[in-house]
C-alpha cells in the first residue's frame, strides 16, 4: 500500500513544505500554499522522465553525434522559432494567455503534419468533440490521420497513445489532466508535475514528438510549478495584444536551437496565417508628417524587424511628470530622458512622457535607444522626421552613440523596404560593405543625431 502524506506546495514556483506557510521562501510570494495529498510512491516516480538505457558510463570520444530528426510543420514562422522544425521525440510547451489562439495555431500543426501522413492525435481536455470540429472547419480540410480524443484521465489518454502510437500528440492542456493515483486537483503542482513527467516518459521512449499547451497565470508564465519548464525541451510563448490580430511566438527555452528567433502571425477569420515580412506588417498605418514618429530597427535573432517609435512629450500639471512606456523599457526611457537633459540641455524634468512601439511590439534591444531618443526630441522640439529615414544604435550615460551587432543586416532592411537615409553609429559603418544607394549618416553622439534630423527636416 502506498503511503499517503500530506504536503504544501506553492502554487507559483512549486517548493514543498511539510507545514503551511504564509509567503513563499522561493519566491516571496503571499498566500501561494496549497495542501495537496500526495502518494508518495507516484511523486517518488515524477522525477524519472528519461530512461536510462545503459548503467555504464560512456566516453564521451566513442559517441557519434547524430543530428536530431526534424520535421517541418510546413509553417516556416513556427519551424523557425523551433530552431529548423520539430525535432522527433522532443517535448514542447506552449503557453499564453486565454483566447491567444494556442488551440488554433496546435490545430494548424496538426493539419499540417497530417496531411503529409502522419498520425496525430489531438487530446482535448477543455472542449468537446464538436467545438474541435467547428474550429476544425474554419481552418480547412483534414484527413482521417488526424484523431480526437476528449479526455482528462492521463492513464487513459497514456493507454489510446500506447495502443495507437501516433507520431505526434498534441495535449490541450496539461491543467486539465489529472491522474488518479494523486488526491489534489488537476492543475495543481503535483498534478501537472506527474502529468508531465508521464508525458515525458511516453515522449522519449516511444519517440513521439508532444505538444503540451500550458495555461499562464496573470504574471505571464506558465501555470504550475517552474519544474514543468525545466523538464520539457523546448518552451513557447504565444503572445500578442488580444484587440490587435498579430501574434508574436517565442522560444524562451530550447534544447534544440537559439531562443532568440521570433514567429509573427496573424489572426484571422480562417485561422492564423503567417507574416512572412513582419517589417512590413509592423510600419504598415505609420503617419506621415507626424512629428514624434520614427522608424528604428532591432534584431530578432537573425531577423532584422523595423518598428515605429512615436513618442509625446507634453507639458506635465503634475508635481511628479507622468512617463509612460508601451512595448520599450520604462528605465531605459527614463534613463535616456535623463541623457536628453544633461547632453543636450533638453528641457525635459517638468514634461510628461509618453513611448509606445506601435503594433504592440515589445522590444528590449539596446539598439532602439537612438530611436526613443530621436522620438523624444522630433516630439518636444516638433521637428518631422523624414519618412524614409530609419535610425539604430544604443545610446550610453554620457551621451554617446555606440556601435550594435549585424549593422548591415539592418541597412539592408532597410534598402529592402525603400529608406533612403539611415542614421546610424559612427562605428558601424566600417562594417558595412554594401550599402545599395541608401545614404548612411554616422552619428558619434545624441548631439549629432539631433544635429541630423534638424538638416533633413529642412
Ligand atoms: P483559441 O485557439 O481558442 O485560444 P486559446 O486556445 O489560446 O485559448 O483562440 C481563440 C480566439 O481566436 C477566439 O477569440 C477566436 C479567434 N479565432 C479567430 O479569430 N479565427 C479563427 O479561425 C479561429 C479558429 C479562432
Ligand atoms: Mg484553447
Known amino acids: 500500500m502506498a503511503k499517503k502524506a500530506i504536503a504544501y506546495f506553492c502554487q507559483n514556483c512549486g517548493y514543498e513544505s511539510g507545514?503551511?506557510?504564509?509567503q513563499c521562501p522561493g519566491c516571496k510570494e503571499w498566500n501561494t500554499f496549497v495542501e495537496e495529498v500526495i502518494d508518495k510512491k507516484s511523486v517518488s516516480n515524477a522525477g524519472k522522465a528519461t530512461v536510462h538505457k545503459a548503467a555504464e558510463p560512456t566516453p564521451i570520444s566513442a559517441i557519434t553525434a547524430m543530428d536530431e530528426k526534424r520535421e517541418t510543420t510546413k509553417m516556416s514562422e513556427l519551424d523557425r522559432v523551433l530552431g529548423g522544425g520539430v525535432v522527433k521525440g522532443s517535448l514542447v510547451l506552449v503557453g499564453g494567455?486565454?483566447?491567444?489562439?494556442?488551440?488554433?495555431?496546435?490545430?494548424?500543426?496538426?493539419?499540417?503534419?497530417?496531411?503529409?501522413?502522419?498520425?496525430?492525435?489531438?487530446?482535448?481536455?477543455?472542449?468537446?468533440?464538436?467545438?474541435?470540429?467547428i474550429?476544425?472547419?474554419?481552418?480547412?480540410?483534414?484527413?482521417?490521420?488526424?484523431?480526437?480524443?476528449?479526455?482528462?484521465n492521463l492513464a487513459t489518454v497514456r493507454e489510446a497513445i500506447e495502443r495507437k502510437k501516433p507520431a505526434y500528440v498534441v495535449i490541450d492542456s496539461i491543467q486539465t489532466m489529472y491522474n488518479e493515483e494523486i488526491a489534489s486537483a488537476p492543475g495543481s503542482v503535483s498534478q501537472v508535475r506527474e502529468s508531465t513527467g508521464i508525458l515525458m516518459q511516453l515522449a522519449k521512449g516511444l519517440g513521439i514528438t508532444i505538444f503540451v499547451v500550458g495555461h499562464v497565470t496573470?504574471?505571464?508564465?506558465?501555470?504550475?510549478?517552474?519544474?514543468?519548464?525545466?523538464?520539457?525541451d523546448t518552451v513557447l510563448y504565444f503572445e500578442g495584444d488580444r484587440h490587435e490580430s498579430y501574434?508574436?511566438?517565442?522560444?524562451?527555452?530550447?534544447?534544440?536551437?537559439?531562443?532568440?528567433?521570433?514567429?509573427?502571425?496573424?489572426?484571422?477569420?480562417?485561422?492564423?496565417?503567417?507574416?512572412?515580412?513582419?517589417?512590413?506588417?509592423?510600419?504598415?498605418?505609420?503617419?506621415?508628417?507626424?512629428?514624434?514618429?520614427?522608424?528604428?530597427?532591432?534584431?530578432?535573432?537573425?531577423?532584422?524587424?523595423?518598428?515605429?517609435?512615436?513618442?509625446l512629450v507634453c507639458h506635465s500639471f503634475f508635481n511628479n511628470p507622468r512617463r509612460t512606456t508601451a512595448g520599450a523599457d520604462f528605465n531605459r526611457l527614463n534613463l535616456l530622458m535623463a541623457v536628453l537633459e544633461k547632453r543636450l540641455g533638453l528641457q525635459l524634468s517638468d514634461c510628461d512622457a509618453y513611448v509606445n512601439i506601435a503594433g504592440g511590439l515589445k522590444m528590449t534591444?539596446?539598439?532602439?535607444?537612438l530611436g526613443i531618443v530621436l522620438a523624444l526630441i522630433s516630439s518636444k522640439k516638433d521637428i518631422v522626421i523624414d519618412d524614409k529615414t530609419i535610425c539604430f544604435g544604443e545610446v550610453g550615460l554620457s551621451g554617446e552613440v555606440r556601435?550594435?551587432?549585424?549593422?548591415?543586416?539592418?541597412?539592408?532592411e532597410a534598402c529592402k523596404l525603400g529608406f533612403d537615409t539611415c542614421i546610424l553609429p559612427k562605428v558601424s559603418l566600417g562594417s558595412i560593405k554594401k550599402t545599395d544607394g541608401i545614404r548612411l549618416i554616422g552619428v558619434a553622439n545624441v548631439q549629432e543625431a539631433y544635429e541630423a534630423i534638424q538638416n533633413r527636416g529642412k
Not at 474550429?135 to 482528462?152: M, P, S, W
Open 365 to 369: 534591444e539596446p539598439a532602439i535607444d
Open 19 to 22: 507545514k503551511w506557510m504564509g
Open 218 to 232: 496573470k504574471e505571464g508564465v506558465v501555470a504550475g510549478p517552474r519544474v514543468l519548464e525545466h523538464m520539457v
Open 97 to 133: 494567455d486565454p483566447g491567444i489562439g494556442k488551440s488554433t495555431l496546435l490545430l494548424q500543426v496538426c493539419k499540417n503534419l497530417s496531411d503529409q501522413n502522419f498520425s496525430v492525435l489531438y487530446v482535448s481536455g477543455e472542449e468537446s468533440l464538436q467545438q474541435i470540429k
Open 247 to 311: 501574434r508574436i511566438l517565442r522560444a524562451v527555452k530550447n534544447r534544440f536551437g537559439s531562443t532568440n528567433e521570433i514567429g509573427v502571425f496573424e489572426m484571422r477569420n480562417e485561422g492564423l496565417a503567417e507574416v512572412k515580412n513582419p517589417s512590413e506588417y509592423m510600419l504598415s498605418g505609420k503617419p506621415t508628417g507626424a512629428p514624434g514618429s520614427v522608424v528604428a530597427c532591432s534584431m530578432e535573432g537573425t531577423r532584422p524587424i523595423l518598428l515605429e517609435i512615436q513618442a
Open 403 to 412: 556601435g550594435v551587432s549585424m549593422a548591415e543586416q539592418r541597412v539592408q
Open 135 to 152: 474550429r476544425a472547419e474554419r481552418i480547412g480540410e483534414f484527413t482521417d490521420n488526424l484523431q480526437l480524443l476528449c479526455e482528462t
